[in-house]
């Protein structure tokens, strides 16, 4: 298996530009989980998917991030207009969670991310 | 909510012994995770432990959990330069489907 697959590894832009960012799961996982990694804040969690609809999109930091999951094997996060303090690694991550009842919480697989510049 | 605590960096030198401490909060927790994250990768699963254990080693790693005060530990004997990294706790969160809930992470700095 490849992995969770990420798309661009490095992506520098101007402010005001639009940025797309794009995941491929691991075949067969249903959960599909976007951070984001600042030195500052560390590691955040922006929005989770199951069976390519949002559960929880509460970490959206505003309404100038989307996220959208067309299928179970791609998503994407979209930020427009971007800005310089939107700059930060952005990690995809997907997992098998158990059925309900099950004991043991899948592991998160993370991608190897994308660093986003934002001048 | 749930909370984890980390101190943010941790230096040692080669040879030695590396502990890096972890406190959360939610005490019906099922699992605490370590996961590491090698510069320019995403974060992988290192180890991980049941609530009901005090102790899982795992070759040069220990992992320790006392439940009472809510504090998990993970010991790197024979700490070499390629563990230099960034280590991360995570805890399930009382909702077995809901996603982990990870501290801000540990930056260990091996010295030759």
């Known amino acids: 298996d490849a992995g969770v697959i990420q798309s661009p590894r490095h992506e520098v832009t101007e402010m005001g530009q639009e940025v797309t960012l794009r995941c491929k799961p691991i075949?067969?996982?249903?959960?599909l989980f976007w951070y984001r990694q600042t030195m500052m804040r560390g590691l955040e969690l922006l929005i989770y998917?199951?069976?390519?609809?949002?559960?929880?999109d509460s970490g959206m930091p505003e309404d100038r991030f989307s996220a959208k999951m067309p299928n179970a094997s791609f998503s994407t996060l979209k930020i427009q207009p971007s800005e310089p303090r939107d700059s930060a690694v952005y990690f995809c991550?997907?997992?098998?969670?158990?059925?309900?009842?099950?004991?043991?919480?899948?592991?998160?697989?993370f991608g190897n991310g994308t660093r986003l510049t934002v001048t | 909510g749930e909370d984890v605590e980390q101190s943010l960096f941790l230096s040692v030198r080669e040879g030695d012994s590396s502990v890096i401490n972890c406190t959360y909060t939610?005490?019906?927790?099922?699992?605490l995770y370590w996961y590491k994250q090698e510069p320019g990768a995403g974060l992988q699963l290192l180890t991980y432990?049941?609530?009901?254990?005090d102790m899982k080693q795992d070759q040069r790693l220990t992992v320790l959990l006392n439940k009472k005060d809510k504090h998990l530990s993970l010991r790197i004997a024979d700490t070499q330069t390629g563990d230099s990294a960034i280590y991360f706790c995570?805890?399930?969160?009382?909702?077995?489907?809901?996603?982990?809930?990870f501290g801000k992470g540990t930056r260990l700095s091996v010295i030759a």
């Open positions: 998917f199951n069976n390519n609809v949002p559960i929880d």
């Open positions: 995570a805890e399930t969160p009382i909702s077995g489907n809901t996603p982990l809930v």
């Open positions: 939610d005490s019906s927790s099922t699992y």
């Open positions: 075949s067969g996982h249903d959960y």
């Open positions: 432990i049941f609530s009901n254990m």
């Open positions: 991550a997907s997992s098998s969670f158990p059925s309900a009842g099950s004991s043991y919480n899948s592991p998160l697989h």
